[in-house]
Each structure stands twice: as C-alpha cells, then as structure tokens.
C-alpha cells in the first residue's frame, strides 16, 4: 500500500500560522510582563558605603571588620571601626559604622549603639552619630558640619529602601 502525503490547502495552511502565532502570544503571555523600570536599589555593603563616603571627599583608613567599640557580642559582627577625615575635618576621627542585615534588626537593636557607645565615647556632649537603615555610624565629635553632612548623604544613599 502506497503512502501518499496530503498538501494542506493554501486556506488551511494561513490557520496553522495564525493558531501558532496566537499559541506563541498565550506562552509569552503567561511569563508575565518585562519590567522597563529599574529595580529598587537594596542597601550597599562596606565597599558600597566608603565609595559613597570618598565620593564626597572624606578618606577612610585604618579600617577593622569586627570594632564595634565595645565587647557586645550581638553588634561586634556588625561593626566596622574606621578612621575619616576631610572637608571640614581635618584630624582623622574614629568611626564606627554598624551594618545590620535589614529594617527589624536596625529597629531591634538600634539601641544598643547607645549603649556600647558609652565605652568609646568620651565627651557625652560631643558625640556624634548618624543613622539611616540597615547602617547606623557613631563616634567622638565634634565633626565638622560639612564632613556630617557628607556622612549622612553617603549613608542615605548606600542604604537603597533600607530593607
């Protein structure tokens, strides 16, 4: 028994396009939509943070993971000690940035930065601190209003939404 193929007629080969076509825009359809918008930016890690500070003039150096400036077991693994200076500060101060790891842990243990800044500080009048969720940074003072200003922006924007 001889097979014979069958040529679809010119009618009927139009459906197919079109029934593929519409197949395909239902497939494309389902995986949702392209995002043209940028996504929102999330929080910086140090190396976000201190380009953001010597973007704005301030030097950083002597840095050390782990100087929370005190023996808190729960902030040492959050803290960053570091020395900065520049604009209007011209002798290096000693900072300590904490890095908490979203919103809840920057609003559960924001506090206890006050608290492990009585051990470092030593002019209750003059110290400094900054904070702008997840990052919270504290140090002696004065600070020259330039060089907290320059601080505060840095930290606003390395904190993203602050999640």
Known sequence: MPTTTRAWPPHARG??????VLLLAVVVAGCGTISTSPPAPTPADFQGIATELTKRS????????????????????????????????????RIYLYVFRNRASFERLRATVDDCARSFVTDP?????????????????????????????ALEVAAGTGN
């Open 58 to 93: 301030i030097v950083i150096d002597r840095i050390v993971s782990g100087d929370a400036g005190c023996d808190d077991p729960v902030l040492i693994p959050t803290a960053i000690g570091f020395d900065a200076s520049g604009l209007d500060q011209a002798d290096p101060v």
């Open 15 to 20: 459906t197919r396009f079109l029934v593929l």
């Open 125 to 153: 009048e003059t110290f400094e601190t900054a904070e702008q969720s997840p990052y919270v940074v504290a140090g002696q003072g004065p600070w020259g209003p330039e060089f907290e200003a320059a601080v505060r922006e």
